[in-house]
């Protein structure tokens, strides 16, 4: 069970802004674009605080947000008639980008490690990617967890809030970044293992 199971339902109260959105001429392509757009900018401006880091209360925020745009492109796209091979290929790359841009500031803080910090980057976008080759084994896109894009944005996201508020986090790091390292590579394996049974 993961956070990515609520998806359904928070589609479902994203359709009046999708139907809306649509008869104005917004295409989900559009709005996948200016996701990472604005994923990268906004990590980048955390980035150029530090040392200062009130800016990190915008990445929670932004989270949010950000996987509520996730949600209303799927639904333009599927429920619009906008569905596209450009698409299939913006969603899984910009997701990447994005993600990858707003954790990037957490190895520039202390007690956060650079290197840690690229390591969960790197299998993040290795677990992602792992999801996206089910369709090539002729299983189905695996969003398997227990550490998958959502529950990832939740993480961040609490983090971000409390380095924001200025929260001791020295004693809580090993754990913190161990933990996620381990989770991600079971998520890796998990989906894998899954698309592979799931093909045959």
Known sequence: MT??????????????????LARRGVTANQV??????VSVVLGALVALQLPATRAFLWIPAWMFLR????????????????????????????????EAALIAPFAL????????????????????????LGPLVGASRRYDG???KSDRAFVFGALGLAVGLGAPLAAAFDWIWGAMLVLLVVTIVKRVRNGVAEAR
């Open 3 to 20: 956070i990515y199971a609520l998806k359904p339902r928070f589609q479902a109260f994203l359709r009046p802004l999708a139907a809306a």
């Open 146 to 148: 227990p550490l998958g």
């Open 32 to 37: 996948t674009v200016a996701t990472c757009v």
């Open 67 to 98: 996987m509520a745009l996730n949600a209303l492109d799927g639904v333009l796209a599927r429920e619009f008639g906008q569905q596209s091979r450009l698409g299939a290929y913006l969603n899984e790359l910009t997701d990447v980008i994005a």
């Open 109 to 132: 803080l202390p007690p956060f490690s650079a290197t840690w910090t690229v390591a969960v980057i790197v299998l993040a976008a290795l677990s992602e990617y792992a999801g996206a």
